[in-house]
């Protein structure tokens, strides 16, 4: 019998962590889906013909400082930096 309930409690939390995965997904919460640009705006930075690395790069460091766009680097806050020492 705990078995069964270990067994069924690992099961209930799996589909817990994973219901709240895709609801955070759903929401936005990792900032990775622009739902909010309209068809114009995504061409910009979609690959087009004739492009290359450098024109892309180019088209994204331009429009980076626009305010009409949003990406999540603008948001930081904070930067800190850590100095890493392996002494061996």
């Known amino acids: 019998m705990q078995r069964l309930k270990k067994i069924l ?3 209930i939390v799996t ?3 994973i219901a709240l995965w895709y609801w955070a997904d ?3 919460y990792f900032q ?3 739902k909010d640009l309209t068809i114009d705006q995504k061409k910009i ?3 087009q013909d004739g492009d290359t690395e450098k024109s892309i790069m180019n088209r994204y460091r331009k429009h980076f400082a626009d305010t009409t ?3 999540p680097g603008n948001r930081v806050s ?3 930096l ?3 020492n392996f002494n061996f």
Do not use: M, Q, R, T
């Open 32 to 34: 990775a889906d622009y």
């Open 26 to 28: 759903d929401n936005d």
């Open 15 to 17: 589909f817990g962590i």
């Open 78 to 80: 904070k930067v800190k």
């Open 82 to 84: 850590f100095s890493v």
């Open 45 to 47: 930075f979609k690959w």
């Open 9 to 11: 409690l690992i099961v």
């Open 69 to 71: 766009f949003y990406f």
